[in-house]
């Protein structure tokens, strides 16, 4: 297997202060909590980070609350990962940061929104599982099973499957909303994409699709399937999910524009 | 639910005593949802993760709506799909079979193609005669993550 994400298809440049960067994370990770060094090398690596943190912050920037706030949620997020962080974990710092950050931004809004038509308990449920999540990968150093979750939770295996699916109602009511289309104005698809776009095409590749694709819900991940592995039009991608084909081509070219600018945030 | 049975895998390899699950549905997509439940409670009962459930739900689903077509999403349906499901050490390994009528495979080096073996390990996809077979493996992660 290729190295993390963090570490390929960046320009050299970009590279060298991701590998200072991480250099860096490893360093503090080994540092007595009364450190002198500690504050300023802290600071500096989450400097590092943070237009990582913006880059997912700005996929729920389309539920109406300001991007400076949902920036600032994505920050706690990446605070909470860089001071947790453990090399120890085997895992990349992007893998282990993405939930954690995405978890942040998630419990914001969950107190407030809520999809009429799922049950109650399915939504505490399914409102717990995030933290829940997040509390056991701390303790035990690696993401919980689904079945630890459901012990640790006090419920069933079907249960947190069920809570899942709510989980996917819950986003699929943000289609409703119009969506932001930060520099997509009067660009299509096409120009995103494929032939018009082969920066695009020929930099993205199965692993660092990885972490990005894990920064997408269940619907993104499905509405990109549906387009690009089916081939399915757009008016029929709306019709099987029963919004407007508008609606569809508005949240392509954001999820598009959102997995280029993670392939390479600086080109967006 | 489960038995023992002799799987045969993609490369043409046997495994003895391999736990395994069959499924088998009206090619219909009212259909696919069965299949998306049994994947989650298998995935739950091998120790896999929320996300890694998800994801593989999500290939399988996706792959199985795909061997089903562009047949009139009311009509009845025609014909069947089969999912087999081995149950390795940390490993779900999916058969998806379908028939091959009117079903069109993805280019291999397409974005969408990308994106669906980005959710699993591996997929492999086999025109035979007039059904098409789609193995997908999904490995369990936790240990090194």
């Known amino acids: 297997m290729p190295g993390p994400p963090e570490e390929t298809n960046l320009r050299p440049d970009r ?8 250099a860096g994370l490893r360093r503090l990770a080994g540092l007595a909590p009364d450190d002198p060094e500690r ?23 389309h539920r109406g609350e300001t991007s400076e706030d949902l920036d600032q949620v994505a920050y706690l997020g990446l605070v909470k990962a860089v001071d947790n962080y453990d090399p120890a974990y085997r895992t990349s710092f992007l893998t282990y940061a993405t939930p954690m950050i995405v978890g942040e931004i998630k419990r914001h809004f969950r107190d407030t929104t809520w999809d009429v038509h799922v049950p109650r ?3 505490e449920l399914s409102a ?5 999540e997040e509390l056991l990968n701390q303790k035990l150093g690696r993401d919980p099973t689904l079945t630890e979750l459901a012990a640790h939770l006090g419920a069933t295996p079907e249960e947190v499957i069920d809570a899942l699916e709510a989980a996917a109602v819950y986003s699929a009511a943000s289609l409703d909303v119009p969506v932001a289309q930060p520099d997509g104005e009067g660009v299509t698809l096409g120009e995103l994409l494929g032939a018009d776009d082969p920066g695009f095409t020929m930099v993205v590749d199965r692993e660092s699709l990885k ?18 592995f089916r081939g399915m039009s757009q008016a029929e991608i709306g019709a099987e999910l029963g919004v407007s084909q508008m609606q569809i081509s508005r949240l392509l070219t954001q999820i598009i524009t959102r997995l280029r600018a993670g392939v390479d945030p600086e080109a967006g | ?7 045969l895998f993609a490369d043409g390899t046997a495994l003895d005593g391999i736990e395994s699950v069959l499924i088998r549905v009206p090619a219909h997509r009212d ?32 792959t199985c709506n795909l061997l089903i077509g562009s047949g009139p999403p009311d009509g009845p349906p025609s014909g069947f799909l089969e999912c087999r499901v081995g149950l390795g050490a940390g490993t779900l390994q999916v058969t998806v079979l379908g028939s091959a009528v009117g079903v069109r495979q993805p280019d291999r080096d397409g974005f969408g193609w ?16 007039a059904m098409v077979r789609v193995d997908l493996v999904k490995r369990h992660r936790t240990q090194l993550c």
């Open chain 1, 121 to 123: 308990r399915l939504q």
């Open chain 1, 15 to 22: 590279g060298r202060r991701r590998a200072a960067a991480l």
């Open chain 1, 211 to 228: 972490p990005l694709l894990a920064a997408l819900s269940e619907r993104e991940k499905r509405i990109l399937l549906m387009r690009f």
């Open chain 1, 39 to 61: 504050a300023a090398l802290r600071e500096h690596v989450i400097g590092e980070y943070m237009s990582y943190a913006r880059y997912l912050a700005g996929r729920f920037q």
């Open chain 2, 1 to 7: 639910m489960a038995h023992k049975a002799q799987t």
């Open chain 1, 128 to 132: 717990a599982l995030r933290p829940a």
């Open chain 2, 31 to 62: 259909y696919i949802v069965v299949v998306r439940s049994a994947l989650a409670q298998l995935g739950a009962r091998l120790g896999y993760t929320v996300a890694e459930i998800i994801d593989l739900r999500l290939a399988v689903g996706e």
């Open chain 2, 114 to 129: 990308k994106v669906l073996t980005a959710l699993v390990d591996t997929m492999t996809w086999v025109r035979d005669g």
